[in-house]
């Protein structure tokens, strides 16, 4: 059972615009929502995180919304650059912090 | 301040040889991670250190997997014997007093 959701599997988008990638999830309990950015051959870095009592959190360019009825949160990639092209996978974890990650969605953004 | 650091980078090695990875997480941090990531996936949990003692293992296949973290600071995962399904990269990571995990880059393993 897939606990964290993600999508879309791959994105591409132009240079200056808006990339979106959302995540759904299935645990109450989770109570913390980050968002980590790979490069290839390094580890997943914290890009961004949120927890479930407020509903966006803006750092910079990057943005979580996120909708505790619903059970969902996205990240918004505001003016998109090359430099952000990466994985960036959404992930959720408990007060235990065993931390669920999604499957990974590959942006590419387009110069 | 230096990041969690992973050694080797890479290894490739036959099946049903052994093969041991090496962390060293980054100074002060008490809670070390290893996560296992296949192509395309994110991470997934092996085992959860606090301090010495191993507080989450439920994700470790015991039968060929085995960690440790002697005096609380270095760690090393050991697998023996390797089958081709364990190819992946394995990830270390430490965590200190707030719930941020820094990761290190990872042992990429090829099994043949």
């Known amino acids: ?111 | 301040e230096a990041g969690v650091v992973q050694s080797p980078r890479y290894k490739i090695i036959e099946k049903k040889q052994p093969v041991a990875f090496w962390c060293n997480p980054i100074s002060g941090h008490n809670t070390l991670y290893w996560y296992l990531q296949n192509l395309g996936q994110g991470p997934e949990l092996l085992i959860r250190y606090e301090n010495e003692e191993a507080v989450d293992d439920s994700q470790l296949p015991k039968d060929r997997f085995s960690a440790e973290r002697l005096k609380g600071v270095d760690s090393t995962l050991k697998i023996q014997p390797a089958e081709l399904g364990d190819s992946a990269v394995y990830l270390c990571a430490s965590r200190g007093d707030d719930n941020e995990q820094f990761f290190g880059p990872g042992t990429r393993l090829t099994v043949l």
């Open chain 1, 1 to 111: 059972q897939q606990q964290v959701k993600q999508s879309p599997q791959s994105l591409i988008v132009q240079k200056g615009g808006i990339s979106i990638i959302n995540c759904a999830y299935e645990n109450t309990a989770f109570d913390y929502f980050p968002w980590y950015q790979q490069f290839p051959g390094k580890g997943p870095a914290l890009l961004i995180a949120i927890r479930p009592d407020v509903s966006e959190k803006k750092e910079g360019r990057f943005t979580i919304s996120f909708n505790k009825s619903a059970k969902q949160f996205s990240l918004h990639i505001m003016d998109s650059q090359p430099g952000d092209s990466a994985t960036y996978f959404c992930a959720a974890s408990m007060r235990d912090d065993k931390i669920i990650f999604g499957k990974g969605t590959r942006l590419h953004i387009l110069p």
